[in-house]
């Protein structure tokens, strides 16, 4: 009797798909961005660009820029695009009145995840104003005494 054996070999394909999920939160990098920015700049002038990194695929990955939190009265002077990150002075300065800002700036994915990015912006002073110039004087007034040089 011949016994035979049979050594079946094959491969098995499997395909599996890891479906990504929203496990990362969009990171600062760095995460202070400063600059420093002359009290004249005109409306317009690109501060400084924030940028925030989340590992995540597509929306989940995706990372929208916004100012979460800017000190009393600064919030008028700046803006930031949302996609970009472009931090952008929209405002007047005035060094003269308000030289240090640090302004949050929120980092979300499309799933809520978040960073807050600091942006830090030192103004420089411009020569603005002109001197002032304190006279004291005493007003005088001189008579010509007209009178005794008609008199002879
Ligand atoms: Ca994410
Ligand atoms: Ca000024
Ligand atoms: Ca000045």
Redesign the pocket.
């Given at each position: 009797k011949l016994l035979t054996t049979m050594w079946l070999s094959g491969t098995i394909q499997i395909v599996i798909t890891v479906l990504d999920a929203n496990d990362n939160a969009p990171v600062c990098s760095p995460a202070e961005f400063k600059t420093n920015v002359k009290?004249?700049s005109v409306k317009g002038t690109v501060l400084t660009t924030v940028s925030a990194s989340d590992a995540d695929e597509g929306p989940h990955g995706q990372v929208r820029y916004s100012i979460s939190n800017a000190p009393k009265g600064s919030s008028e002077l700046f803006d930031i695009d949302e996609d970009s990150g472009v931090f952008t002075l929209v405002g007047k300065?005035?060094?003269?009145?308000f030289r240090h800002y640090e302004i949050d700036v929120q980092a979300s994915d499309a799933g809520g995840n978040a960073d807050v990015c600091k942006v830090i912006i030192e103004v420089l002073?411009?020569n603005?104003?002109p001197p002032t110039i304190n006279i004291m004087s005493t007003s005088s007034s001189i008579s010509e005494d007209l009178y005794g040089s008609f008199k002879s």
């Amino acid at each position: 009797k011949l016994l035979t054996t049979m050594w079946l070999s094959g491969t098995i394909q499997i395909v599996i798909t890891v479906l990504d999920a929203n496990d990362n939160a969009p990171v600062c990098s760095p995460a202070e961005f400063k600059t420093n920015v002359k009290e004249n700049s005109v409306k317009g002038t690109v501060l400084t660009t924030v940028s925030a990194s989340d590992a995540d695929e597509g929306p989940h990955g995706q990372v929208r820029y916004s100012i979460s939190n800017a000190p009393k009265g600064s919030s008028e002077l700046f803006d930031i695009d949302e996609d970009s990150g472009v931090f952008t002075l929209v405002g007047k300065l005035d060094y003269e009145k308000f030289r240090h800002y640090e302004i949050d700036v929120q980092a979300s994915d499309a799933g809520g995840n978040a960073d807050v990015c600091k942006v830090i912006i030192e103004v420089l002073d411009t020569n603005d104003n002109p001197p002032t110039i304190n006279i004291m004087s005493t007003s005088s007034s001189i008579s010509e005494d007209l009178y005794g040089s008609f008199k002879s």
